[in-house]
């Protein structure tokens, strides 16, 4: 009874490790849809020519300490009138929000 109750949660765990795996975000992908989609507008990286003068580079964005993930997804996730809606999947959300953050400068060095 107890190797069938072990068992059933070792199921589950794998089962939610999966799904995570799955829904994880794919940075690469987050830029090829940025290079797609935003670069008219947007730098969407440190090297790439300014997209317009009127709306943030993608590096600035990830360098504003209110931006995380979670807030460039509801960001996304909802209609900006200044902004195309792109109709953008959730998972696609995901990546864009993971690339945007990616871009973020790394920590200083103590030396």
């Given at each position: 009874?107890r190797?069938?109750?072990?068992?059933?949660?070792?199921y589950?765990?794998?089962?939610?490790?999966?799904?995570?795996?799955?829904?994880?975000?794919?940075?690469?992908?987050?830029?090829?849809?940025s290079?797609?989609?935003?670069?008219?507008?947007?730098?969407?990286?440190?090297?790439?020519?300014?997209?317009?003068?009127?709306?943030?580079?993608?590096?600035?964005?990830?360098?504003?300490?209110?931006?995380?993930?979670m807030?460039?997804?509801?960001f996304?996730?909802?209609s900006?009138?200044?902004?195309?809606?792109?109709?953008?999947?959730?998972?696609?959300?995901?990546?864009?929000?993971a690339?945007?953050?990616?871009?973020?400068?790394?920590?200083?060095?103590?030396?």
């Amino acid at each position: 009874m107890r190797i069938r109750a072990v068992l059933s949660v070792s199921y589950v765990v794998c089962g939610l490790l999966m799904a995570g795996a799955a829904a994880a975000q794919d940075i690469g992908n987050g830029e090829s849809i940025s290079r797609q989609w935003c670069a008219n507008c947007h730098q969407v990286d440190r090297s790439s020519p300014r997209g317009s003068d009127a709306v943030p580079s993608f590096p600035a964005i990830a360098r504003m300490p209110s931006t995380t993930e979670m807030s460039l997804a509801a960001f996304l996730s909802s209609s900006h009138g200044r902004m195309p809606d792109y109709s953008l999947t959730r998972q696609e959300i995901r990546d864009v929000s993971a690339y945007i953050v990616s871009l973020r400068d790394p920590p200083a060095t103590g030396r």
